[in-house]
C-alpha cells in the first residue's frame, strides 16, 4: 500500500518553471513576441498545460497556420508530450538543470515521424487509460481496472487533469494495492530510458528469488550485469540505492501508474 | 486474464521463426528481424505496395506491417504505417476510410490508436492488445502456430493478403 502520504504530497506538488518561446521563423509580426511564462505541474502533461500560451502566441503567426498542430522542441529535440513534463525535463535536463525550462513552441512542419498526432485532449486522456490499463496487467493481470466503474476511471483522469490530489487518489490507492497474501507486485511497471533516447523494458519482479524484497542495487545488477555505478533519477532526484522496488513503485509512479526512469 | 493466457517471450521467437519459415516457402516477403540482446525486440514485418481507388482515382500506397511482442500483456501485437505516393504518413482518419478496413467508426478508433512502438519508439498504428488475451488462450489449443492464429483475428478487420498455406 501507498502509506507515505507525505511523499505521495511531495511528489504530486512537484512544479517547474517554463519559458516558452516562439521559434523565429514563425514570427510575422514586426513586434517581437514576449516569452510567455508558467509554473506547471512535473506529473502533468504538455497538451493539458499550454492552452493559454498557445493564444498567447497565436497573433503572432500566420493565420494559414493558426489551426496547425503546435509541437514543443528542446534544444532541437521535439518533445513527446505522451510523456510527463517532469519525466521529460528529467531527461533531457537532470544532469545539467537550467531553470526555467526554455522550449521553442511551433505551429509548422510538424515531425510526423517522431511525435504522436494530438488533435485534443481526449487522445491524451486515451493514452493515459490504456498506459494505466497496461500497468495493472502487469502489477494485478488487469483485475483492478477490469473491476473498477467507467465513474472511477473518470475520476483518475479528471483528478490529474484538474490537479486534485484526494480525487486521485481515492482512486489510485486501489491500483497500488498488493492482492492475495503475497505482499507485492506480480511485476512492477518500469520503464528505464537513455538521453540517447533508447528505453528499456523487462518484466521485473519485486521480490527476489528467495522471495526477499527487492532492492534498486539489486535490479540494477540484473539488468546492467556489465555496468556500475548506474545511477537512477527521477522526480528530480537519484534514486538511493537501497531503495525496494515495491515501495519504490508505490510512491513514485507517475499518475499513469508507471516508473519512469532515467539513467545517469 | 489468466497466467495460461500468456505467452512467453520464447514461445514467440519459436512461432515467428516458424512463420518466417513457412513465408519463405511461399516467397511472401515477411522478413524476421532477431535482437540477440533484447529478445523481446524480435518481430517480424513485412513492406507492401496497396492499389487503392477512391472518387475514381486510383493510387498507390506503401504500407509497413510488423507483428511484434507486447512483453506486458504476453500477447503477439498487430502494428503498421502506411504512406502515401509523396511519403507521406496516412492520418488514422483516413486509413479509417480505406476500403480494407472492415470496422465501423467507434470499433475502429477504440481498436485501433496511434502510439510510440515499443521497439522502435516512433509513431505506429497499433491494434489494442486488451482482448487479444482472453481471444487467444481460447483458441490456444488447436493452433498450430500462434501467430498464425493471431492474424487471424486481425485478417477480418483489416483486409491482409494472407495465404490460406499458413492453415487459416
Given at each position: 500500500?501507498?502509506?507515505?502520504?507525505?511523499?505521495?504530497?511531495?511528489?504530486?506538488?512537484?512544479?517547474?518553471?517554463?519559458?516558452?518561446?516562439?521559434?523565429?521563423?514563425?514570427?510575422?509580426?514586426?513586434?517581437?513576441?514576449?516569452?510567455?511564462?508558467?509554473?506547471v505541474?512535473?506529473?502533468s502533461y504538455f497538451p493539458l498545460v499550454t492552452?493559454?500560451?498557445?493564444?498567447?502566441?497565436?497573433?503572432?503567426?500566420?493565420?494559414?497556420?493558426?489551426?496547425?498542430e503546435m509541437w514543443l522542441d528542446?534544444?532541437?529535440?521535439p518533445l513527446k508530450w505522451h510523456y510527463p513534463i517532469?519525466f521529460l525535463?528529467?531527461?533531457?535536463?537532470?544532469?545539467?538543470?537550467?531553470?526555467?525550462?526554455?522550449l521553442?513552441?511551433?505551429?509548422?512542419?510538424f515531425p510526423?515521424?517522431v511525435l504522436l498526432h494530438c488533435p485534443n485532449k481526449?487522445v491524451v486522456?486515451?493514452h493515459y487509460?490504456?498506459?494505466?490499463?497496461?500497468?495493472?496487467?502487469?502489477?494485478?493481470?488487469?483485475?483492478?481496472?477490469?473491476?473498477?466503474?467507467?465513474?472511477?476511471?473518470?475520476?483518475?483522469?479528471?483528478?490529474?487533469?484538474?490537479?486534485?490530489?484526494?480525487?486521485?487518489?481515492?482512486?489510485?490507492?486501489?491500483?497500488?494495492?498488493?492482492?492475495?497474501?503475497?505482499?507485492?507486485?506480480?511485476?512492477?511497471?518500469?520503464?528505464?530510458?537513455?538521453?540517447?533516447?533508447?528505453?528499456?523494458?523487462?518484466?521485473?519482479?519485486?521480490?527476489?528469488?528467495?522471495?526477499?524484497?527487492?532492492?534498486?542495487?539489486?535490479?540494477?545488477?540484473?539488468?546492467?550485469?556489465?555496468?556500475?555505478?548506474?545511477?537512477?533519477?527521477?522526480?528530480?532526484?537519484?534514486?538511493?540505492?537501497?531503495?525496494?522496488?515495491?515501495?519504490?513503485?508505490?510512491?513514485?509512479?507517475?499518475?499513469?501508474?508507471?516508473?519512469?526512469?532515467?539513467?545517469? | 486474464?489468466?497466467?495460461?493466457?500468456?505467452?512467453?517471450?520464447?514461445?514467440?521467437?519459436?512461432?515467428?521463426?516458424?512463420?518466417?519459415?513457412?513465408?519463405?516457402?511461399?516467397?511472401?516477403?515477411?522478413?524476421?528481424?532477431?535482437?540477440?540482446?533484447?529478445?523481446?525486440?524480435?518481430?517480424?514485418?513485412?513492406?507492401?505496395?496497396?492499389?487503392?481507388?477512391?472518387?475514381?482515382?486510383?493510387?498507390?500506397?506503401?504500407?509497413?506491417?510488423?507483428?511484434?511482442?507486447?512483453?506486458?500483456?504476453?500477447?503477439?501485437?498487430?502494428?503498421?504505417?502506411?504512406?502515401?505516393?509523396?511519403?507521406?504518413?496516412?492520418?488514422?482518419?483516413?486509413?479509417?476510410?480505406?476500403?480494407?478496413?472492415?470496422?465501423?467508426?467507434?470499433?475502429?478508433?477504440?481498436?485501433?490508436?496511434q502510439?510510440e512502438?515499443?521497439?522502435?519508439?516512433?509513431p505506429?498504428?497499433?491494434?489494442?492488445?486488451?482482448?487479444?488475451?482472453?481471444?487467444?488462450?481460447?483458441?490456444?489449443?488447436?493452433?498450430?502456430?500462434?501467430?498464425?492464429?493471431?492474424?487471424?483475428?486481425?485478417?477480418?478487420?483489416?483486409?491482409?493478403?494472407?495465404?490460406?498455406?499458413?492453415?487459416?
Amino acid at each position: 500500500m501507498a502509506n507515505d502520504r507525505e511523499v505521495l504530497r511531495e511528489i504530486w506538488d512537484g512544479k517547474l518553471p517554463i519559458c516558452f518561446q516562439l521559434a523565429q521563423e514563425e514570427i510575422m509580426e514586426i513586434q517581437q513576441p514576449d516569452p510567455f511564462y508558467v509554473m506547471v505541474p512535473r506529473l502533468s502533461y504538455f497538451p493539458l498545460v499550454t492552452d493559454k500560451m498557445k493564444r498567447h502566441f497565436l497573433r503572432f503567426i500566420s493565420q494559414e497556420n493558426a489551426d496547425n498542430e503546435m509541437w514543443l522542441d528542446y534544444n532541437g529535440q521535439p518533445l513527446k508530450w505522451h510523456y510527463p513534463i517532469g519525466f521529460l525535463y528529467d531527461l533531457y535536463c537532470g544532469i545539467d538543470p537550467q531553470l526555467p525550462w526554455t522550449l521553442t513552441v511551433h505551429f509548422t512542419k510538424f515531425p510526423e515521424d517522431v511525435l504522436l498526432h494530438c488533435p485534443n485532449k481526449d487522445v491524451v486522456e486515451a493514452h493515459y487509460m490504456s498506459t494505466v490499463k497496461e500497468a495493472d496487467v502487469l502489477k494485478h493481470r488487469g483485475q483492478v481496472m477490469s473491476t473498477m466503474q467507467k465513474k472511477d476511471h473518470n475520476q483518475l483522469w479528471l483528478g490529474l487533469q484538474n490537479d486534485k490530489f484526494d480525487q486521485f487518489w481515492a482512486i489510485n490507492r486501489r491500483l497500488m494495492e498488493s492482492h492475495g497474501d503475497n505482499e507485492g507486485f506480480k511485476h512492477i511497471p518500469i520503464r528505464i530510458y537513455s538521453d540517447d533516447g533508447s528505453c528499456f523494458q523487462r518484466l521485473v519482479s519485486p521480490k527476489n528469488v528467495d522471495g526477499s524484497r527487492k532492492v534498486l542495487q539489486q535490479m540494477i545488477a540484473e539488468l546492467y550485469p556489465d555496468k556500475i555505478n548506474i545511477k537512477l533519477r527521477t522526480h528530480g532526484i537519484t534514486l538511493p540505492l537501497d531503495t525496494p522496488l515495491q515501495w519504490l513503485s508505490e510512491h513514485m509512479s507517475y499518475p499513469d501508474n508507471f516508473l519512469h526512469l532515467c539513467v545517469c | 486474464m489468466d497466467q495460461n493466457s500468456t505467452l512467453s517471450v520464447e514461445d514467440f521467437v519459436v512461432a515467428a521463426t516458424s512463420f518466417y519459415e513457412i513465408s519463405n516457402r511461399l516467397a511472401d516477403g515477411w522478413k524476421l528481424i532477431k535482437d540477440e540482446n533484447e529478445t523481446y525486440k524480435t518481430y517480424i514485418k513485412k513492406h507492401t505496395f496497396l492499389q487503392v481507388e477512391r472518387d475514381g482515382v486510383q493510387s498507390l500506397l506503401k504500407t509497413e506491417l510488423v507483428i511484434f511482442f507486447n512483453l506486458s500483456y504476453g500477447v503477439p501485437a498487430f502494428s503498421f504505417n502506411i504512406w502515401n505516393s509523396s511519403g507521406v504518413l496516412l492520418t488514422l482518419e483516413e486509413i479509417r476510410h480505406m476500403s480494407f478496413v472492415t470496422l465501423n467508426q467507434k470499433e475502429f478508433y477504440s481498436v485501433i490508436t496511434q502510439q510510440e512502438h515499443p521497439i522502435f519508439l516512433r509513431p505506429y498504428f497499433i491494434v489494442h492488445p486488451c482482448h487479444t488475451a482472453e481471444l487467444l488462450s481460447a483458441l490456444r489449443q488447436g493452433s498450430k502456430n500462434i501467430i498464425v492464429t493471431f492474424l487471424g483475428l486481425i485478417t477480418p478487420l483489416l483486409k491482409l493478403d494472407l495465404s490460406m498455406e499458413y492453415g487459416l
